[in-house]
């Protein structure tokens, strides 16, 4: 098995794949979604990690590669006494000097997030380009592919939750409301009012950037929407065709049966005694 980790600022995305005979990935066996706590140490995920493999009968055992895109520094080294700890593996992260397949043509290459690449592997694996893929997570990422497959670049906008909550720390009158399509445009009462400004807000920013680059890269750009908040979203806007949750997920599965050749065999020697400091 396959154990994928997509860690990102609020939440840390976890998937289980198939490992084919040949050393390929094959079907997708499960997803789950926990929270990102910069303080839980290395035992804390493992024990949280191996009660959602057992709950899918998998044993630790079986893991036999691990791969994780990570824009949480503070805790990859965490993340690796994690899956040492447990798995007795060296997990893929994904960093400079991993074979990706995608040419970064950017004015720093090494600064593009792990998720991004990750997003704009899997998109043009599926979708070809040029694809704008809009993650829709704590900031609201616009990550752009060439026709050739190459990544361009993109935006980045404060998400829409960062967006509520800094307008409901700022206001003191302002109550907290769901984030939620609103049932009219012209809101009677402060919820209503809050609810349409940051709804239809949102996608406003969102359709007025990708207006502007459908513009540079031609009529035929498809945009595939991914993150949390995709499905809220997405079905609103002018230009999104398609909401894809697992594009990150595939874009890393794919970065790792890319680099399983390159790669020794990822095992390290278990771990006995255990310290609780991590």
């Given at each position: 098995?396959?154990?994928?980790?997509?860690?990102?600022?609020?939440?840390?995305?976890?998937?289980?794949?198939?490992?084919?005979?040949?050393?390929?990935?094959?079907?997708?066996?499960?997803?789950?979604?926990?929270?990102?706590?910069?303080?839980?140490?290395?035992?804390?995920?493992?024990?949280?990690?191996?009660?959602?493999?057992?709950?899918?009968?998998?044993?630790?055992?079986?893991?036999?590669?691990?791969?994780?895109?990570s824009v949480v520094p503070p805790i990859d080294w965490i993340l690796r006494q994690f899956c040492e700890r447990t798995f007795a593996q060296k997990p893929l992260f994904i960093e400079p000097g991993v074979k990706t397949g995608l040419p970064i043509l950017t004015d720093n290459p090494s600064e593009v997030g792990a998720d991004r690449v990750a997003n704009c592997v899997g998109a043009f694996h599926k979708y070809g380009g040029p694809t704008i893929v809009v993650d829709f997570g704590t900031a609201t990422n616009f990550d752009v592919?060439?026709?050739?497959?190459?990544?361009?670049?993109?935006?980045?906008?404060?998400?829409?939750?960062?967006?509520?909550?800094?307008?409901?720390?700022?206001?003191?009158?302002?109550?907290?409301?769901?984030?939620?399509?609103?049932?009219?445009?012209?809101?009677?009462?402060?919820?209503?009012?809050?609810?349409?400004?940051?709804?239809?807000?949102?996608?406003?920013?969102?359709?007025?950037?990708?207006?502007?680059?459908?513009?540079?890269?031609?009529?035929?750009?498809?945009?595939?929407?991914?993150?949390?908040?995709?499905?809220?979203?997405?079905?609103?806007?002018?230009?999104?065709?398609?909401?894809?949750?697992?594009?990150?997920?595939?874009?890393?599965?794919?970065?790792?049966?890319?680099?399983?050749?390159?790669?020794?065999?990822?095992?390290?020697?278990?771990?006995?005694?255990?310290?609780?400091?991590?």
């Open positions: 098995m396959l154990l994928v980790l997509n860690v990102n600022n609020t939440n840390t995305v976890i998937a289980l794949y198939a490992l084919l005979p040949d050393g390929l990935t094959g079907d997708l066996r499960a997803t789950w979604r926990i929270s990102t706590r910069q303080g839980q140490t290395a035992d804390e995920y493992g024990i949280l990690i191996r009660s959602l493999l057992q709950n899918e009968g998998v044993e630790s055992t079986s893991i036999r590669g691990v791969v994780i895109a592919v060439s026709r050739k497959g190459e990544f361009l670049g993109g935006a980045i906008a404060p998400g829409l939750n960062i967006s509520a909550e800094a307008l409901f720390a700022r206001a003191a009158r302002l109550p907290r409301v769901e984030i939620r399509r609103p049932a009219k445009i012209i809101g009677t009462n402060t919820v209503d009012n809050l609810q349409i400004g940051l709804f239809w807000g949102h996608i406003g920013l969102v359709d007025s950037i990708l207006e502007r680059m459908i513009a540079e890269l031609g009529p035929d750009t498809k945009c595939v929407a991914t993150g949390g908040l995709s499905h809220l979203i997405a079905p609103q806007s002018k230009y999104i065709s398609e909401v894809n949750d697992r594009l990150t997920l595939e874009g890393l599965r794919l970065i790792y049966d890319r680099n399983r050749a390159a790669r020794n065999p990822a095992q390290v020697e278990p771990q006995i005694a255990r310290t609780s400091g991590a």
